[in-house]
């Protein structure tokens, strides 16, 4: 290699260094803004949320992360960066979106099975912060919901969009026996009336300890739908 080769190879690696610093930084910077704009604004979202749920008299509860959080913590886990709702697929409306867009709200992701007929989630942004609509379908004591990822493993969504594949559906199912109201950040929302038994399903027994290791791939409750593809049905 000569000594011009050698120049350029340096200025090749300087700039393939400084490309990953910038957008390791980037992704560390918008996890940060994301995680303010949720402290901020997270509380707001939710009782606009449950204003728009009382006039469309569609049940809602708080799910997942945010559930976890009102119970273990009685407040917003510290490092989340979004909102989580669970409601009943049979009670969804257009007229959801109609009025949160009317409060200001931003859709960013429509998935469903079957055309919605089987399953549905979509997500929101108001002021920063995403919330996800989480429509599941009670069997008996049991209610089923849906995560969508793409098929191939690092695609991005528009990636996926392109290759028109679909997505994966991953279900979740919970034991779900009703709803009760409890107070949190000095408000009044739904959560599950069995709740000790509904985060156990996801998080484990252990859910009301911390654990800084936790990760999707310890969830107790999802299987694959190998039968099924989700669908974008836009914003």
């Known amino acids: 290699m000569n000594k011009k080769d050698i120049v350029f190879d340096r200025v090749k690696r300087y700039i393939k260094d400084n490309i990953n610093f910038l957008y390791?930084?980037?992704?560390?910077?918008?996890?940060?803004?994301?995680?303010?704009?949720?402290?901020?604004?997270?509380?707001?979202?939710?009782?606009?949320?449950?204003?728009?749920?009382?006039?469309l008299n569609i049940t809602y509860w708080l799910d997942f992360g945010t559930l976890l959080g009102?119970?273990?913590?009685?407040?917003?886990?510290?490092?989340?960066?979004?909102l989580d709702i669970g409601m009943f697929?049979?009670?969804y409306s257009p007229k959801?979106?109609?009025?949160?867009?009317?409060?200001?709200?931003?859709?960013?992701?429509?998935f469903y099975i079957d055309k919605g007929q089987y399953g549905r989630k979509e997500a929101y942004n108001y002021k920063g912060v995403v919330i996800d609509f989480f429509f599941y379908t009670k069997k008996n004591n049991l209610i089923y919901g849906h995560?969508?990822?793409?098929?191939?493993?690092?695609?991005s969504l528009i990636e996926?969009?392109?290759k028109e594949e679909g997505f994966l559906v991953?279900?979740?199912?919970?034991?779900?026996?009703?709803?009760?109201?409890i107070d949190f950040l000095g408000e009044k929302f739904n959560i599950p009336k069995n709740f000790d038994n509904y985060l156990s399903a996801h998080y484990g027994k252990n859910y009301m300890i911390k654990n800084p290791n936790w990760n999707s791939?310890?969830?107790?409750?999802?299987?694959?739908?190998?039968?099924?593809?989700?669908?974008?049905?836009g914003k």
Not at 74 to 82: N, R
Not at 98 to 109: A, C, S
Request: charged residues 40%; aromatic residues 12%; contains cysteine.
């Open 147 to 155: 995560g969508f990822s793409t098929i191939t493993e690092g695609d």
């Open 24 to 55: 390791l930084y980037y992704k560390k910077y918008k996890k940060y803004k994301q995680n303010k704009n949720f402290k901020r604004y997270g509380l707001e979202v939710l009782i606009k949320v449950k204003k728009i749920a009382k006039e």
């Open 170 to 181: 991953k279900e979740v199912s919970f034991p779900f026996i009703g709803i009760i109201q």
């Open 217 to 233: 791939s310890m969830i107790k409750n999802e299987i694959i739908l190998k039968d099924k593809k989700g669908e974008w049905c």
């Open 89 to 91: 697929l049979v009670e």
């Open 70 to 82: 009102a119970v273990r913590d009685e407040k917003f886990i510290e490092h989340d960066l979004d």
């Open 96 to 110: 959801l979106q109609e009025l949160l867009e009317k409060e200001g709200f931003r859709k960013t992701e429509c």
């Open 160 to 162: 996926a969009l392109k």
